[in-house]
């Protein structure tokens, strides 16, 4: 039963995947990343799923996951961006995950951005990215800048497993 429940699951990736291809969303190469980019891409996870589209999310979501290594202090520059934030799509990439997929509704962009952070580096802050406190929020972003301060000069980008190794982590 097992097997046969990661075989729709697999399908079921390849079947969304496809239609990203089929919808028109870019796919760019590693090298091709720049802050513009990554500027429309904040853009469209602003619209979040509602007014972008699940699919076009999710794939922009992967985009920035893709390209992890450039994507980072341009995430840590978002902690304290206070636009407001749609829901956003995250594949799950963990063996054994039931679900193909998390969903967030983020209040602000920042809260958005840490749920990236620690998709790409695996930390987690311990706050949630849903209806949090101005004051859980700060407590949340000055927790990233430490550990940002602290790992960034040993943070080794991943590409195959699409994220970040750091000493420290357990």
Known sequence: MLRYLVHI?????????????????????????TKQDFDEAVGILCRGTERAGHYRVLATVDKIVQHGNRALPWLMELLEDKRPMGNIVITNRGEGQFE????????????????????LTRYSDRIGYGRISDSQRARAIKKWRAWYKRYKSKLKW???????????RK
């Open 9 to 33: 699951f697999n399908l079921h990736r390849a079947l969304c995947f496809a239609c990203l291809l089929l919808v028109g969303v870019p796919i760019c190469r590693a090298d091709t990343f």
């Open 100 to 119: 193909a997929f998390r969903s967030y509704s983020p209040p602000q962009l920042g809260d958005g951005a840490r749920a990236l952070l620690n998709e």
């Open 158 to 168: 991943l590409p195959a497993n699409r994220e970040f190794e750091w000493r420290g």
